[in-house]
């Protein structure tokens, strides 16, 4: 069973998107260093603010026909086949793929809030065509809607990324419930908790150098977006690049430990 990892948190800012763009190239990587016979990966964007698509593949103008959008409006016998043609090479690797977001995807969520099955609409086209890639993984808006209702049927594992602050941890409770019910409510079992990422983790500063290698670590993130690149093409020795390669590795060991 291909692994789906969903990126997931009802705040905003917490680092949903950056951590899914550089998981899904690390794990592309890894794989293809470790010569793995599959090494692509499919990244699905969730988020109509579309900022996983816009860094990864460098547009932000899909619409009705090439985006997640026309699987979710597909009739359902037809689902799988738009999927796979909605899907395209990123611009950072090309096992590195795509299946973008658009700004129509808030209309969309209003369209099938009453449809019968609607939180299966990405699962069940996605189940189809999940054997053509080593992982997959989905990012998520920052609230508990439809769209992200749909993101965790459709994953094997949660990953929560949250930010190292009080009120973090304790919207933290919220989240882990959220999972829960789903896993529960929905009779997906196969959905678990796999991970709290902590995201911009800050170490105490003291003197002129620490606080210049701080703001250097932090601004990785930001200048990598900037050029639509990957943290680790941005920069590899950067303290982010190296936590995030850190957690592919979890992640890739995890899967070879399971026979994917």
């Not at 547009?59 to 979710?72: E, F, I, P, Q, T």
């Not at 639509?228 to 995030?244: E, R, T, W």
């Amino acid at each position: 069973m291909t692994r789906a990892f969903v990126l997931t948190n009802h705040k905003g800012g917490v680092g949903k998107s950056t951590s899914a763009t550089n998981i899904g190239l690390g794990i592309t990587g890894v794989l293809r260093r470790a010569g793995a016979s599959n090494s692509r990966v499919l990244l699905v964007d969730t988020d109509s603010q579309g900022h996983a698509t816009l860094v990864t593949t460098g547009r932000n103008d899909y619409g009705a026909d090439d985006s997640l959008y026309a699987v979710l409006s597909a009739d359902r016998a037809n689902a799988a086949q738009t999927l796979a043609n909605c899907i395209v090479r990123s611009a950072w690797d090309e096992d590195l793929h795509v299946l973008p977001a658009s700004p129509m995807l808030e209309g969309a969520e209003r369209e099938l809030m009453r449809v019968a099955g609607a939180p299966y609409r990405l699962a069940d086209p996605l189940s189809q065509i999940a054997g053509h890639y080593a992982a997959i993984v989905i990012d998520t808006r920052p609230s508990f809607s439809l769209l992200t209702e749909m993101g965790l049927i459709a994953a094997t594992d949660a990953i929560v990324p949250v930010e190292p602050r009080y009120l973090e941890t304790v919207g933290l409770t919220s989240v882990i419930s959220k999972i829960n019910e789903i896993r529960e409510g929905w009779r997906h079992p196969d959905l678990r908790i796999s991970g709290i990422l902590v995201t911009k983790m800050d170490s105490r500063i003291r003197g002129h150098n620490h606080l210049l290698d701080e703001l250097k670590s932090h601004s990785v993130v930001s200048y990598a977006h900037h050029h639509h690149l990957s943290v680790f093409n941005y920069d590899p020795k950067a303290p982010a690049s190296k936590a995030y390669a850190q957690l592919v590795g979890i992640l890739v060991r995890r899967m070879a430990k399971e026979g994917v």
